[in-house]
């Protein structure tokens, strides 16, 4: 069982940054396949990114956030980030931290831990 708390949401203005955090519980952290989802007020849950279980090096993000965002992990602190750089009013969302016990996630489907989401919102 893994739990996943998230924190580092707030509000921020159009061309600002913010970094958020997921810590995870046990000791197996480093197994999992770690990512970000976001889900804006009417809209499906969306993958932003995510991280290759075990490496710190090889990750994959979605189109609309690539050059802006950066996901990282520190096995050592049980902890994933998102650093989010030039945010725009429609990254506005509840940004949720997610595991799967495979070696990459690129959507919800092979999700099997969810944290409770972090509110992320972006004024112009």
């Known amino acids: 069982q893994v739990q996943l708390v998230e924190s580092g949401g707030g509000l921020v203005q159009a061309g600002g940054s913010l970094r958020l955090s997921c810590a995870a519980s046990?000791?197996?952290?480093?197994?999992?396949?770690m990512a970000w989802f976001r889900q804006a007020p009417g809209k499906e849950r969306e993958f932003v990114a995510s991280?290759?279980?075990?490496?710190?090096?090889?990750?994959y993000h979605a189109d609309s956030v690539k050059g802006r965002f950066t996901i990282s992990r520190d096995n050592a602190k049980n902890t994933v980030y998102l650093q989010m750089n030039s945010l725009k009013p429609e990254d506005t969302a509840v940004y949720y931290c997610a595991a799967s016990d495979t070696l990459f996630i690129r959507d919800s489907t092979v999700i099997d831990y969810w944290g409770q989401g972090t509110q992320v919102t972006v004024s112009s």
């Open positions: 046990g000791r197996t952290f480093s197994r999992y396949a």
């Open positions: 991280i290759i279980r075990s490496s710190v090096n090889q990750y």
